[in-house]
């Protein structure tokens, strides 16, 4: 059935370094979402890719659709404390699949 | 403000007292739909509605109960509560011309004892 892998599980970093959350999908995927979630919120949408190959930038973060439509990154640069949370990719056919999520702790 | 409204936001209850979680949105979407998130297992999806009166299974339905009788609510229920069902629920909506955006309620934290 229709699966977002997502990996890696958990990141720790030092503030300022760069994190990178990746997103498998065995199928074609029609579109990704990304959400941040912040420890005790409520998840928040930060963008959708449709495109193959689409690249889209939020200031310090980059999201990227591959080519086949069957991968998905998010990119933060230069990382801050403020980014601290979880990120998760979100694929929609008749119903939503989510990635299993990738914890972000930045060291200040 | 465009917002889903969850509650009772943190409620501690005992096994087998029937519960009902309110959720509202005020942005006219016809989907919606209830999401449990535990440790390690990420967010799974108990049951949508796709519009009024339309409500299907999710990944993990057992023991919930919803329904959609306007377009606006779709209340989760818990008939009989047990301790395994001790979780943070979201209710969410989006609407198909937004991409089906997901917007999420604040969350309630559920505790059975």
């Known amino acids: 059935g229709q699966q977002v892998m997502q990996i890696p599980q958990y990141q720790h970093v030092q503030e300022g370094e760069d994190f990178t959350t990746y997103c498998n999908s065995s199928t074609t995927l029609s579109n990704i979402q990304w959400y941040k979630q912040r420890p005790g919120g409520h998840p928040v949408f930060l963008i959708q890719?449709?495109?193959?190959?689409e690249v889209k930038k939020q200031k310090r973060l980059t999201f990227q659709f591959g080519e086949a439509k069957k991968n998905s990154s998010l990119h933060i640069t230069a990382t801050q404390t403020t980014d601290v949370g979880t990120y998760f990719c979100v694929y929609n056919f008749n119903k939503f699949y989510f990635g299993s999520g990738t914890k972000l702790n930045v060291k200040p | 403000e465009a917002q889903v409204t969850q509650n009772p936001r943190y409620l501690i209850t005992v096994t087998g007292k029937k519960l009902t979680v309110t959720c509202s949105q005020n942005?006219?979407?016809?989907?919606m739909s209830w999401y449990r998130q535990d440790p390690g297992l990420g967010l799974r999806q108990i049951y949508y509605s796709m519009n009024v009166e339309a409500t299907d299974k999710g990944d993990v339905p057992e023991g919930y109960k919803v329904s959609r009788k306007e377009k606006r609510n779709f209340p989760l229920i818990l008939e009989s509560p047990s301790p395994n069902q001790t979780s943070l629920y979201f209710c969410?909506?989006?609407?198909?011309?937004?991409?089906?955006?997901?917007?999420f309620g604040e969350g309630s934290w559920l505790t059975v004892v």
């Open positions: 890719l449709v495109k193959s190959g």
């Open positions: 942005m006219n979407h016809e989907y």
């Open positions: 969410a909506s989006s609407l198909k011309e937004q991409g089906y955006t997901i917007y």
